[in-house]
């Protein structure tokens, strides 16, 4: 029988081995209770292109009080500025790996604020 986190480590390699075919960058999204954090890594895998997270010091400054980087406002928040730091480094188009974490509320917020930031998956 697999924990919890072991059936989602399962999901995020499956995930991950279908995204290495592509040969596109990745946007990987991980969230803890506290945070959430999303980087764009190069097609290779080999390179991190844009990072973001909401335990950034201007980030946590916009969300105002500590601890309140675990909601849909800061997911949005930090999809949005991770979209526009990859547009700066060139990157338009990206797939999209949620790490075995449900689309749904935080990991969709930020998968939708970075679509409407520019980023294509």
């Excluded at 928040?77 to 526009?84: M, P, S």
Aim: hydrophobic share 40%; proline share 0%; charged share 25%.
């Amino acid at each position: 029988m697999l924990t919890k986190k072991e059936q989602r480590l399962r999901r995020a390699r499956q995930t991950r081995i279908r995204i290495a075919t592509q040969g596109v960058a990745r946007l990987t999204v991980t969230r803890t209770n506290l945070h959430i954090y999303a980087s764009v890594i190069s097609g290779d895998g080999g390179k991190v292109i844009a990072c973001a997270s909401t335990a950034e010091a201007e980030v946590r400054k916009c969300l105002g009080a500590t601890g309140k980087g675990g909601n849909v406002a800061a997911a949005q928040i930090i999809g949005k500025r991770v979209a526009e730091k990859a547009k700066a480094a060139g990157v338009e188009k990206v797939a999209f790996d949620r790490s075995g974490f449900a689309y749904h509320g935080r990991v969709k917020a930020l998968a939708d604020a970075a679509r409407e930031a520019g980023l294509q998956f």
